[in-house]
């Protein structure tokens, strides 16, 4: 299929043979109706053939824009997708002991399924103290069942990204910490956990606001 | 000799229409397929090579289905580079396929694209560009802190950020530090509104870091035009 459906002239060429209205006419009607600059909403297009990926405006009646494009599938138009509606609300999610919920900032995450996003929120501390975590050493912080489902392992199996950290007094010193995602078994799971990675005296706290991933 | 644009058979003869293959049926048929658009096939890779020239448009003929998260969409081309490869964003979908950035991207021969974790890009709707994956040294030992390296080629136009932006990029692994190699380490990423692309490793160099991490990047495309290689 093509985008112009034209009449062809049947060879040996005789232009004694050219009928003007049938071959020629309705070539010339062809090209009036597919380049006219403001013909382009999908239903200027409903009584002419046109192929797979053909592009027309199209207004969306809900939100009263304008500038929606559809793209012709062969069969019907495929509208461009809403942007906002695929993001779950923000689901609390238990965190493992010893660990705790850093006070006012509980662990969150939602997911975005037609992207395959996931995305954290909140923080955690190592104990109800506060105690500054140990460098190097990893926590997997939560045993919730939701997000622990397989569906939403990071792809290739392993994630990690930088989680802020609480500053450490010392001067000079460094603070930093990593969380990792990644699938693991027995049982099987997708587990989240964070590394504190600076220096002895920092981080007493490790928050997961910006962590996300995509599965 | 034909017209500038569609190499479309001028009648040379005077009074009657002449050669009507020629000047009439072969015309029409050079115009047909002007408007068409080139179809990829449901799931198919978008494309990596090839005549298309930024602003060009294919259409993945994917089911619409929200569910697996399938929809029809045409993408457009908005960046084409020798390093980075080509990057299509999509029109009608929310997302891009992940595309994987291949190895030419690499600009300093002690590093590689992670074997098993790929460096890859993916396009939103609405104008983001998303790294995931990780590069790596291709030597095991410890990244060189407080020194600058480039690692990556400059972005191309089409998927360069707005402005210059800084991300943390994750390092590890770290040793456990009951076996006395524990190393304090992190980094972080400069993108340039003009390409340019900055790593840099702080802490003390004695862990075994070599994985950088890039899913921490994500940015608003905007450097304001768009130009092939």
Redesign the interface.
Known sequence: M????????T?????EL?NPQTQ?NA?FTE?DN?LQPFRKSPADFKNYTI?????AFDPDPTHNDPTR???F??T?W????N?IG?WTGWQLIDIRPPLLPRPGFPVQARVN????QVELQGGVILNSTSDAF?????YEITTDTTINDLTFAP??G?????ASSSAITTAGG?A?A???VETKTNPSRVAISV?Y???AGGGNFIMLD?V???F | MGTNYYNLTLSTGPGNMGDVKNNITDNFKKLASRNDITVIPAGGALPQSGSYEVGDRVYRDDPMDTTNRTWPSNYLLIAKDSKWGYHWRPIQHVISPWVDVPATVISDSNYEIHPTYKFQVALDSKGYCFWRGAVRAKTAGALPVATSVNVLYALPPGIRPATTIMFPVAVGPVTDSSTGKAGNISGRIVVGRDGFISFRWFGTNNGVSRDVWLGSVRYPIGAGWFTSA
């Open positions: 093509t985008y112009f459906n034209l009449n062809y002239i060879d040996p060429p005789d232009d050219v020629l070539n090209f597919k192929p797979k990926g053909t592009e494009i559809a793209a599938t062969g019907t495929a509208r461009s997708l942007h695929p399924s037609l992207t395959r140990s460098r190097s050493t990893t792809v290739g392993y994630y990690m990204e930088m460094y930093g990593v969380a990792i590394r990675q600076g220096d910006n996300g991933w995509w």
